[in-house]
Each structure stands twice: as C-alpha cells, then as structure tokens.
C-alpha cells in the first residue's frame, strides 16, 4: 500500500486544495443524513417493516459523499445493490427510498424494485445493479452515448473490491480505455466480499488499483474514509474524463461498520480490524476537521438534528403510505405500459 | 418491376441487413450500431458491409471481443438517448453475456417502474445448417423467449429482414433479432423505397384448408417445400410464417387452426421448449374443440447440432419429416 501511495503523487490524488468551506458543509451534511438514514433502515428491518434484503453502507459514506458533491447534476451515477447512500446522494426524496425498502405505494419505484435497484432517472441515478459486474458495462454506455451527442455528462460507477474478479470489471475497463470514454470507475474497497476477504481470493493487493496498468491507466488509491481525499480525486478524475482525457479507475480504502446485508452481525471479521476501522468512522473524523478549521460547533448540531427530523419524516411517511396498487404486477414490462406477449 | 412504379429488386437475406440498417442510420442520427468485425471487416457474414463507410466510426464501431461490454454499452446508450443496434456475432455466444440480456436489458424497465426506456436491438446470427458444429450452430430463439420484458423476432426473407429490422429499431423496447445464418445467400424481392414492419404480426404465406403448418425463419421455405410435396397428394396446407415470437400472432395461428383443424409447428429448437411447445399450448387452451387430431411438433432432437453434414441433415427438421408431421396430424 505505502509503495502505491509513494507513488502517487499527493496533489493529483486529492486534487488542487482543500474543498470550499460550503462544499465541505455539504459533504458532512449528506453523510450524516445517509448515516441516519441507514441506521433508520437498520431499525425497520429488525422490526419487519424492511422486507426481503437490505446492504448497508455504514461505515462508506465519504465515498459517496465525496463523489457526489464533485459530480453536477448532469452526470450519471451507477451503483450497486448496497447504493442507499449513492441514491440520497443524488437528491432522491428520503422518503421515497425508505418506501421503496418497505415496499410500499410511495417507493422510488412503486416498490416494483426494492432495495437493491434503487434507481431515480429524475436525479440522474441510474441504477442500483445486483449482478455484480454488470453495471461497470452499461456505465460505458451511458459514457459513450454522452461522447458521441457531445453532451460533457460523465459517468461514475461504484462497486466493491469483490467484483475486480469478474470478468465484466476487466471487459469494462479494457472497452473504456480504448474508446477513452468519460467514465469514473470507483472501487469501494470495503475488504470483504460477502463473507470472505478479498486479499484470500486476489492475485494482487490492491484489488482495483493493481490492475489500472492493466487497461493504461495510473493507478489512485484514496482514503475512502477521508471525504476531502474522495472528493479530491473525484474533482480530478470527472473533469479529465469530462474534457475528453478518457476514463479512471480510483480505489477508495473503506470500511462497513456492519454485515454484509440483513443483520449479519459480521462476526467473520477479526475483532481488531473492526475497531481499527470504527476509530477512523469518516463521520466524527470529518467533524473534528471541520471543527478544526473554524465551523461553528452549534452549525454542525443544527445539521445533525435537522438529520434525524428528516429521518423521522421519512419514516412516518414511507410507514403511511399503502402496499402498491396489484395492477403494477403486470404494469410496465412494456413501453405500453402492459405486459401482454401476444398480439 | 412491381406494380404503380415501385421498383422490385432481388437481393440476398445477407445483403438486406446491411440495407435495412442504413434505411434506420440515415433516417435517424441516434441510431448507432456495434459488435465484433462488423466494421472495416463487414462482419464475419458480410451483412453489416459498407455501414463503416458510410457512416463513419462514430456510429458504426468495431469492438473487442466482450459480449457483456457489447451489450452493456448498447443498454447504457439507449437507457441515455441513443437506440443502438448491438451484434453479437453467433447467437450461441448468448450464453456469455446473458446476464445482461436476461437480467439488465430485459428487468430494467419493469424494476424502475417505467423510469427507464431500453429502445435497442441486439441482431445475431442463429441456427444450423452450416455444419459449423453445436457451438456456432444452435438455435436460440427460445431462450429469448422465456424472458419477460424481450421482443424476440425472425425473419424468413430479405424484404422482412429489412421490414422487420426497422420495426425493431423504432421500438420503444428490447428486440433481439434472430438471423437464420442458412439464409443469408438466399434471394427475395424486395421494393425499393423504405419498409417498415409492424412486430408481432405473422405472414400467411401459402393458404390451404386441410392443415395448418406454423414455422419460423429457415423453417418457412422449408414448410413451403413440404406444402408443394403435399398438394401432390391432393393434400393443401396453409404456411403461417410466425416472423415474430414475442409479440406472438396468436390470433392469425388461431384463426388458421379453425379453418383446418389440424396444427404442425416446425421449429429448429431442440425438443424440449422449443417454441413450438408454447404454441400448442396455448391452441389446446384455447381452441381444443376446433382440433380436428393431434397436435405434432417437428423439431431437432434433443440434442445439441452435430457437424458432419450427414447427421446436420438428420437432426433438423427436414421436408420428408415435416410432411411426416402433417400426415400424423390429419390422422
Ligand atoms: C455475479 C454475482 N455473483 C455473486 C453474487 C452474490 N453476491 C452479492 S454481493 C457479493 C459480494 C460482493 O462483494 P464486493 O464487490 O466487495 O461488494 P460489497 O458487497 O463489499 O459492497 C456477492 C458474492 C452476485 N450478486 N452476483
Ligand atoms: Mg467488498
């Protein structure tokens, strides 16, 4: 790791200088809402109100953060089946995104997708993907259709260390490289795949970051803990691909404070590591800088209490709101609105 | 020459794909097109010659060989403005890149409830009958079929390769387009001036009152062989070419099955849900009491496709079998 840091020249990873005091309030802002929110969602599971499945991102909240607050609002996010951050992220209603994870009438998608396909084309979130791999391929798409209508929109695709073993992230990569497509790939380098860690089944340490020589690109490794550090290498990597340098592949090193999904207490993981990573929660370390530079401590307390009055908003609402209309079972498989096969 | 002045000009299947993508390319600019060798080299059929010429390597682009990062920039594309057309050289190569066919492209739509448009075609080259062995010979169609959410369509002709292709282009959703890669020498007329289709209509293309026979792409000629051998023995069949899998003609199929009481389905699947299954499900639902005897489906064997010419010919359905097939069925 240090080697690869060496390496890698500190300005160009976390960009010209520090972010403006208002981006920095931002940042802080929508990672304490998506930490509220999950921990919210965490709560409606146990309770049986979130059905099915549910992947947090506890614990990763400066990648999305970070990233969000250096993408504009025409750039197109690609997330995984643990986007609940990336989704918020973008501007999607709170209350519509805990609705979709309770299956209810009010859901982002009427509750036709879930949890794991939080998708708002309104905000430009264009999809939460549950087969990994597969959405690093349709972000290139996204990244070409913007190159060939000249539209300057960039696509950015986050997914885990996990899926740097699948043969979608290497096709991906190689087909953005050689079209230079205004992609951002973001490795979330969370260590652990479901259950197992990555190092035990990766030919290379850094599981993303190794492999950008690969497809001719430098390797970036960030502190995915640390929003000043992603949203540095965000602001450097999107206006490169936004003004035609081509795509980047950026590892952010992170951590999830829980399970893999549902309550998976994540007991698989070495009570070390675990404490190691909750001493570097991106949340208070980021209050401490934003304390240190000057923010006035009674600003942040407005920020996190506003926090949990949204949660709460957003709960009752999404808990108000009725079971989908039946008719949606066959609503939408077609451009026609309906699903009849025949003619 | 055709009639009030429209020009009739015969053309192969082979040629007719490259003219039915340069009809929907110079009408509309956000069509683009994709694949492997489809480019500089007019791909390994030459169907897609002179498109890179025409319209240059912005629109028309040659890729590595990687189904899923074909299919995946097609989805991305249409989802954000374009209406790709994706190749994918030979239709058994599905089977390594059908997590986006069968989990991307064809869900999308449902799982946003209706956020997200996939106007995209994905053309592919099915079938036997070329003794290139069971790994570039296989049909397909019912595997495309299966999903919820894809538009599954086949041409028998070089004018409903052109009709049909621009049908699928316009849709507002998913088609994949099975090219039958037997027929791409075979010759048709076809009008001048543009030809649009309408999906999910079937072509009755030879009418007789004793029996039905339905049939799909390089099956059609075939039938229609079978119907000429029949009619020698006073025996007249009507040939429905289907064209379309999804959306299905199930009325055109059903109001044959009226008029002659019998049904054969003649398809290259393997036996076990090949299509043909699914039609003659859905006429003993539904029109059981105007079957006058037995449904009989002519298929490929369960088998994969064998390469000698020899055991080719054997697997798939032949004129002698199909002819075979209406006589058990007017039994
Ligand atoms: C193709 C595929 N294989 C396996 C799975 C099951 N699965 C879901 S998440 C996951 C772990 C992915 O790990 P990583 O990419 O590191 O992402 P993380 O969950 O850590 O965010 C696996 C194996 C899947 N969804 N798709
Ligand atoms: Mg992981």
Known sequence: MTELRDRQPAGDAIGPAAPALEVRMAIYKMMVQMRDFEKRAYDLFLQGLVKGTSHLGLGQEAVAAGFAAAMLPSDYTFATYRGHNHTLARGAPMAAVMAELMGRRAGLMAGKGGSMHLTSVEHRMMGSYAIVGAHLTIANGAAWSSKLRRAGEVAVCFFGDGTTNIGAFHEALNLAAVWKLPVVFVCENNRWMEYTPISSVTAVGHPAADRARAYGLDPVLVDGNDADQTYGAARVAIERARSGGGPALIEAETYRHGGHSRADPGKYRPDEEVEAWLARDPIPRYRTRLLGVGVDEAVLVRIEEEAQTAVDAAAREAEASPPPDLSLVEADLWADGGSSWRR | ?331
């Not at chain 2, 209706?114 to 790994?135: D, H, S, Y």
């Not at chain 2, 023995?233 to 289907?242: A, F, K, N």
């Open chain 2, 1 to 331: 020459m055709g009639g009030r002045g429209v020009v009739v000009a015969e053309m192969t299947y082979r040629d007719a794909v490259a003219r039915g993508i340069a009809q929907e390319m110079d009408r509309d600019p956000s069509v683009v097109f994709l694949g492997e060798d489809v480019g500089a080299a007019g791909g390994v059929f030459k169907a897609t010659v002179g498109l890179l010429d025409r319209f240059g390597p912005e629109r028309v682009s040659d890729t590595p060989i990687s189904e899923q990062a074909i299919l995946g920039a097609a989805m991305g594309a249409a989802m954000t403005g374009l209406r790709p057309i994706a190749e994918i050289m030979f239709s058994d190569f599905f089977a390594v890149c059908w997590d986006l066919v069968a989990n991307e492209i064809a869900k999308t739509r449902y799982m946003t409830h209706g956020q997200v448009a996939l106007p995209l075609v994905i053309r592919t080259a099915n079938g036997g009958g070329v003794r290139f062995g069971a790994q570039h010979s296989q049909s397909v169609e019912n595997w495309a079929m299966a999903v919820p959410g894809l538009k599954v369509v086949a041409p028998s002709t070089p004018r409903d390769v052109v009709g049909l292709l621009a049908a699928a282009v316009r849709d507002p959703d998913p088609v994949i387009f099975f090219e039958q890669k037997s027929l791409y020498p075979t010759k048709g007329d076809v009008p001048d001036g543009e030809i649009v289709d309408t999906l999910g209509t079937a072509a009755v293309r030879r009418h007789g009152k004793d029996a039905t026979i339905v049939a799909l792409a390089a099956m059609v000629p075939r039938a229609l062989e079978a119907a000429d051998v029949l009619a020698g023995d006073g025996v007249e069949v009507t040939v429905i070419d289907l064209r379309s899998l999804v959306p299905l003609d199930v009325a055109t199929v059903a109001a044959s099955v009226v008029e002659t009481g019998h049904l054969v389905t003649v398809e290259e699947n393997p036996r076990l849900c090949g299509w043909g299954a699914e039609v003659a499900s859905i006429v003993a639902e539904e029109r059981l009491f105007d079957l006058d005897g037995p449904i009989v489906r002519v298929t490929t064997p369960h088998v994969p496709l064998p390469a000698a010419d020899a055991l080719e010919d054997a697997a798939l359905p032949s004129v002698a079998r199909i002819v075979d097939g209406v006589r058990r069925s007017l039994l």
